[in-house]
């Protein structure tokens, strides 16, 4: 019941930045792990980058270096932060939460980034 809602998807062209951002009302988000995932068409969901709650990252080896993860846990938002994009950054990206209290997960609806050549 955790609701996150993402935004800041946009159509882009190659080399191009965009700024994702991932909020939510949860009063516990300052002690969660969050995440980015990814979605491509007629691919599976897969791994982009997340963020502890003590700032520790983690990043996917194919944006390390042009995407950046983000919180704000006073305004409970989560960004992601993409520079030089390519296009086979095509995908609706999803915002997930960790609640390791809970062992439970939860994800966003998605926001769609597209690339052209």
């Known amino acids: 019941q955790v609701q996150l809602v993402e935004a800041g998807g946009d159509l882009v062209t190659r080399g191009g930045s965009l700024k994702l951002s991932c909020g939510t009302s949860?009063?516990?988000?300052?002690?969660?792990?969050m995440g980015w995932y990814r979605q491509a068409p007629g691919k599976s969901r897969e791994f982009v980058a997340t963020?502890?709650?003590?700032?520790?990252?983690n990043y996917a080896d194919s944006v390390k270096g042009r995407f950046t993860i983000s919180r704000d846990n006073i305004k409970k938002l989560v960004y992601l932060q993409m520079n030089d994009l390519k296009p086979e950054d095509t995908a609706v990206y999803y915002c997930?939460?960790?609640?390791?209290?809970?062992?439970?997960?939860?994800w966003g609806r998605g926001t769609r980034v597209t690339v052209s050549s």
């Open positions: 997930n939460a960790w609640d390791i209290g809970a062992s439970a997960g939860y």
């Open positions: 949860e009063i516990t988000f300052s002690i969660y792990t």
């Open positions: 963020i502890a709650h003590d700032g520790s990252t």
